[in-house]
């Protein structure tokens, strides 16, 4: 109730200012300067001038006079009257289109003046309670042109509804449809317009931008809606700078100078300007007296204003990008301009002002010092050089100026909205083919019904309205080009509303900031590159450029985080990209594992070759003490300890990596058991040892039983192992710093049963190296102790370097393990079998210790063979003779009960029997004595 009293209070006062003035002809009043009859009339609220007289000075209610002749704004009037026209013309409805058109003079006040005149009957508007059958003369208004006159308008207006179109006014308030509910526009909301402005940065990598509005509700929610579009953009505003609405250059110096020091000092080299053309124009003049040049951004209320694209030097300021809405080209419409003058019957004021303008002669408004009468300078511009050449009347002439000078595409919404009220007064008249059966004296709101619902094609274009009567229909984007001293609108680009997408035509820019095709740089910092992330301080868009560690990346611009880099794959720091990572192991193709199969091939042939030769020598003395048997034993448990290695190569499985240790295990501890076994026989011969205790001893001499059970406890511990600790694939993370996956098996988590393993066959190497240590000085015709001594150090001190290598060691381990091994087995392989070889093909005559062995058996036996003693080279055996003297006395029973069965056994011991020192069939006594340089064994026979 109080908003509607307020209403009523206001119509009464504009009632009475309507009263007031001139009420002349036609029903009009010379307050609107275009009036042409009609059977239903339509409002025209567009301004022609650009402000009012003494405005800031005003004080009583007194008439508004308006000022600074604008010829966009009354070139788009003129298109509206000529789509008036048009209709009329085209015969679609069955009456006639009259127009009643006012100057707003570029503010709210005068268009609210103007409305009450429209909606007066007989000048008066009566006061009601009810306007449902309320129905004034004029049915609908076109207009206003700025946002902050619609919206006042509008208010107004939904108290009658009386429907109120507009082609320019695109402030998101107009969208509100509880304050405004008669309001419908043929453009967007400026919702589009701030999203497509920080879509174009976005798309040139715009993120500092400086912005300056004006003082009025258009700008302020432009304003707000760019803001909240530029943080999601990640667009930082630089300032805010603030103009007033009612702008006066000569008054308001100090605001645009305020203003123009921030541009300048700014290191923001976008500018978005959300202004009207005279205050933009005032900006402009100061930037050229500095030559100072930014990247401006219009806004849809000076993107295509000719004055500023005409002004002289603006091709210092810059490079200038811009929304227009969308606009048709008319020849009919050009036509119309070329040839204008009053409507017949009505008349038109604002023609006429134009006419004198352009045709009048005053020669004295030429002066330095003209009269007052005479228009401003700008205006005096429009002067034609051939004003004074001609005495006819200057409302009788026409030209071309209008059509030259002025985007005359840019009506083309004005039309449009004529269509749109003609395509709903169709359905409001009820008209078809045949006619209508409406009535024309129809209240505004049935208008406004059909006109929300309207759906039709214009010159290509098709308009409609959506629940908040905004049109979609999108925006040019525009540069303005130099074209000499002045500049032109060059289409780049489009913006759809529907999608929200902007398409930009790269190949039509051309930069005054760059002089070239190139984009200018307008940043805060500059661009982050692929591989770094953004360290914000303080502003988003000032920041430090920071590498990504490693395992994350990013792979674009500007990222403010950096992204995980996928399973399986990884990166260094600062990359772009995360590669897969290469798989490290043991390759085929790679130059370690190919020595370490040429190491495991030469073992295989070297096994191969030395079992040939045990073979084929066999019945000679070295490998009759070598005991071709286990020795034969020994070299399966190699072959199968190198086959071991074989598992070591190639992409780890958890087969794989169960095989080769279990392989290892079982073939080296069936080769150090053989070991072990000599080791304990030589033990077990040259030792002293008591009767009692060398005879239990002798008991455990059974040598395919130790390997066997030594080599079955090995296969138990290897059992337990599988099952309780499994060897698997190892999964561990990788190291950061390595781009490659090393691909490994672990023995087990605890490691417990590898521990074990080791461990065990450590134990047996022990064994056997203290058994054979202990008949060290056993020469070495009789026994192997230096061999075995020899190896049995060599395995120790390679696993036992070997642990704290593999521990330490994580990529290399497998190749450790493997040279391991190897070594290994060929340290058993030339302290065993190789000496054997070279001294079974290449060494002494083996007759000589068998003639020895003989002559032992013969004085054994009472006899004395016809030979010289035996000198033997020097050997220091202290304690072997004790052995042999222990055991005269058990072996003299046995020889004297039937010498000729011991002659028998003799003879066959020395052709088939193996060597009598490890077969002991008799013991002897042997004692050494020093004889100067050389040792004199002599043999006594004892009884046996």
Same mark, same amino acid.
């Given at each position: 109730m109080v908003v509607l009293w307020a209403l009523v209070v206001v119509e009464a006062c504009l009632s009475a200012l309507v009263l007031c003035c001139d009420v002349m002809e036609h029903g009009g009043s010379h307050v609107c300067g275009a009036w042409a009859p009609g059977d239903i009339m339509i409002g025209i609220l567009l301004p022609c001038h650009g402000s009012i007289k003494n405005l800031a000075t005003r004080t009583s209610p007194e008439r508004y006079q308006c000022s600074d002749f604008e010829l966009v704004p009354f070139m788009r009037t003129l298109a509206a009257i000529y789509a008036i026209e048009e209709v009329n013309a085209a015969g679609i409805l069955p009456v006639s289109l009259g127009y009643m058109m006012c100057d707003t003079c570029s503010h709210p006040s005068t268009a609210l003046q103007n409305v009450q005149l429209m909606l007066a009957?007989?000048?008066?508007?009566?006061?009601?309670?009810? =306007?449902?059958? =309320?129905?004034?003369?004029?049915?609908?208004?076109?207009?206003?042109?700025?946002?902050?006159?619609?919206?006042?308008?509008?208010?107004?207006?939904?108290?009658?509804?009386?429907?109120?179109?507009?082609?320019?006014?695109?402030?998101?308030?107009?969208?509100?449809?509880?304050?405004?509910?008669?309001?419908?526009?043929? /453009?967007?909301?400026?919702?589009?317009?701030?999203?497509?402005?920080?879509?174009?940065?976005?798309? &040139?990598?715009?993120?500092?931008?400086?912005?300056?509005?004006?003082? #009025?509700?258009?700008?302020?929610?432009?304003?707000?809606?760019?803001?909240?579009?530029?943080?999601?953009?990640? /667009?930082?505003?630089?300032?805010?700078?603030?103009?007033? @609405?009612?702008?006066?250059? $000569?008054?308001?110096?100090?605001?645009?100078?305020?203003?123009?020091?921030?541009?300048?000092?700014?290191?923001?080299?976008?500018?978005? !300007?959300?202004?009207?053309?005279?205050?933009?124009?005032?900006? @402009?003049?100061?930037?050229?007296?500095?030559?100072?040049?930014?990247?401006?951004?219009?806004?849809?209320?000076?993107?295509?204003?000719?004055?500023?694209?005409?002004?002289?030097?603006?091709?210092?300021?810059?490079?200038? !990008?811009?929304?227009? &809405?969308?606009?048709?080209?008319?020849?009919?419409?050009?036509?119309?301009?070329?040839?204008?003058?009053?409507?017949?019957?009505?008349?038109?004021?604002?023609?006429? $002002? =134009?006419?004198?303008?352009?045709?009048?002669?005053?020669?004295? %408004?030429?002066?330095?010092?003209?009269?007052?009468?005479?228009?401003?300078?700008?205006?005096?511009?429009?002067?034609?050089?051939?004003?004074?050449?001609?005495?006819?009347?200057?409302?009788?002439?026409?030209?071309?100026?209008?059509?030259?000078?002025?985007?005359?595409?840019?009506?083309?919404? $004005?039309?449009?909205?004529?269509?749109?009220?003609?395509?709903?007064?169709?359905?409001?008249?009820?008209?078809?083919?045949?006619?209508?059966?409406?009535?024309?004296?129809?209240?505004?709101?049935?208008?406004?019904?059909?006109?929300?619902?309207?759906?039709?094609? =214009?010159?290509?274009?098709?308009?409609?309205?959506?629940?908040?009567?905004?049109?979609?229909?999108?925006?040019?984007?525009?540069?303005?080009?130099?074209?000499?001293?002045?500049?032109?609108?060059?289409?780049?680009?489009?913006?759809?509303?529907?999608?929200? !997408?902007?398409?930009?035509?790269?190949?039509?820019?051309?930069?005054?900031?760059?002089?070239?095709?190139?984009?200018?740089?307008?940043?805060?910092?500059?661009?982050?590159?692929?591989?770094?992330?953004?360290?914000?301080?303080?502003?988003?868009?000032?920041?430090? %450029? /920071? #590498?990504?560690?490693?395992?994350?990346?990013?792979?674009? @611009?500007?990222?403010?985080?950096?992204?995980?880099?996928?399973?399986?794959?990884?990166?260094?720091?600062?990359?772009?990209? %995360?590669?897969?990572?290469?798989e490290s192991y043991l390759s085929w193709g790679d130059a370690h594992p190919i020595a370490i199969m040429v190491a495991t091939g030469v073992g295989f042939l070297t096994l191969l070759v030395v079992f040939i030769l045990f073979w084929v020598y066999r019945n000679s003395s070295a490998m009759k003490r070598a005991e071709v048997s286990i020795s034969t034993v020994m070299m399966a448990g190699l072959f199968v300890s190198f086959a071991s290695v074989i598992c070591f190569m190639g992409r780890p499985s958890i087969h794989l990596c169960r095989a080769r240790q279990v392989m290892y295990a079982l073939g080296f501890t069936m080769c150090v058991s053989c070991v072990l076994v000599k080791a304990y026989r030589t033990f077990l011969e040259y030792l002293p040892l008591g009767r009692e205790l060398r005879r239990r001893l002798d008991k455990l001499y059974q040598p395919a039983a130790v390997i066997s059970v030594l080599t079955i406890l090995q296969g138990i511990i290897c059992c337990l192992w599988l099952v309780f600790d499994s060897p698997d694939v190892a999964r561990t993370t990788p190291s950061p710093l390595n781009l490659k996956k090393v691909m490994r098996c672990h023995e087990g988590n605890t490691y417990i049963g590898f521990g074990v393993m080791l461990s065990y066959i450590a134990f047996l190497a022990l064994v056997g190296f203290f058994l054979a240590f202990k008949g060290r000085n056993v020469p070495q015709q009789f026994s192997e102790t230096g061999y075995i001594i020899f190896s049995m150090v060599m395995y120790l001190f390679v696993w036992v370097c070997f642990v704290p290598v593999y521990i330490t060691t994580k990529e290399e381990r497998t190749a450790v393990q493997a040279s391991a091994i190897l070594i290994s087995n060929y340290g058993i392989i030339f302290c065993h079998f190789i000496p054997k070889c070279y001294e079974a093909i290449w060494g002494p005559d083996t007759d000589t210790m068998e003639r020895f062995y003989s002559r032992m058996r013969g004085v054994a036996n009472g006899t004395r063979p016809s030979v010289n003693p035996i000198v033997l080279p020097h050997i220091d055996l202290p304690s072997v003779h004790t052995i042999f003297d222990d055991n005269i006395s058990n072996h003299s029973q046995v020889n004297n009960s039937s010498p000729t069965q011991n002659e028998e056994s003799s003879v066959q011991d020395d052709t088939n029997s193996p060597d009598p020192v490890f077969t002991r069939p008799c013991h002897y006594s042997l004692r050494y004595r020093r004889l100067n340089t050389e040792r004199r064994v002599r043999l006594r026979s004892n009884s046996c």
């Open positions: 009957h007989n000048h008066t508007l009566r006061t009601q309670c009810d =306007y449902t059958d =309320y129905s004034p003369e004029v049915k609908a208004i076109l207009g206003a042109r700025y946002s902050e006159t619609s919206i006042a308008v509008a208010k107004l207006l939904s108290v009658y509804m009386v429907p109120l179109l507009s082609s320019t006014s695109s402030s998101p308030a107009l969208s509100d449809k509880l304050r405004q509910p008669g309001f419908l526009r043929t /453009v967007p909301s400026d919702v589009h317009q701030t999203r497509a402005l920080t879509q174009l940065m976005s798309h &040139f990598s715009w993120n500092w931008v400086g912005v300056v509005y004006i003082d #009025d509700s258009y700008g302020r929610a432009a304003l707000q809606g760019f803001l909240q579009d530029a943080q999601r953009a990640n /667009v930082c505003v630089a300032y805010q700078e603030v103009l007033p @609405f009612q702008f006066d250059p $000569e008054h308001n110096g100090p605001e645009v100078q305020r203003v123009v020091r921030q541009i300048r000092s700014s290191t923001a080299k976008v500018v978005l !300007l959300i202004l009207k053309g005279n205050q933009v124009e005032a900006i @402009f003049k100061e930037m050229i007296k500095t030559n100072t040049q930014k990247i401006w951004l219009a806004s849809d209320t000076w993107a295509v204003h000719g004055p500023l694209a005409q002004m002289e030097g603006i091709n210092q300021v810059g490079d200038i !990008l811009g929304f227009m &809405f969308i606009k048709g080209k008319s020849e009919s419409f050009d036509n119309y301009l070329r040839n204008l003058s009053a409507p017949q019957g009505g008349y038109n004021h604002f023609i006429e $002002e =134009y006419k004198n303008l352009r045709f009048n002669c005053t020669p004295e %408004c030429s002066q330095e010092n003209p009269p007052s009468h005479c228009p401003s300078p700008e205006l005096r511009k429009l002067k034609s050089l051939k004003a004074c050449e001609s005495s006819s009347d200057p409302q009788a002439q026409n030209d071309d100026y209008l059509v030259k000078t002025l985007d005359t595409g840019e009506a083309f919404l $004005e039309r449009a909205g004529v269509w749109v009220v003609a395509h709903a007064l169709k359905k409001v008249l009820q008209c078809n083919s045949s006619g209508c059966t409406g009535q024309t004296d129809f209240p505004p709101w049935k208008l406004l019904e059909e006109m929300k619902r309207v759906n039709f094609e =214009y010159e290509n274009q098709t308009f409609y309205f959506d629940e908040n009567g905004d049109s979609l229909n999108g925006y040019d984007v525009i540069m303005w080009k130099k074209d000499g001293n002045r500049r032109t609108f060059t289409k780049i680009g489009r913006y759809r509303a529907l999608d929200g !997408l902007i398409k930009i035509e790269e190949t039509n820019l051309a930069w005054l900031s760059t002089t070239n095709s190139t984009v200018p740089v307008c940043r805060c910092s500059p661009r982050c590159p692929p591989g770094k992330y953004k360290k914000i301080n303080t502003i988003s868009c000032c920041y430090k %450029c /920071v #590498d990504c560690e490693e395992g994350m990346f990013t792979d674009g @611009f500007d990222h403010e985080e950096c992204k995980v880099c996928p399973n399986d794959t990884w990166c260094l720091k600062g990359a772009d990209r %995360c590669i897969p990572r290469e």
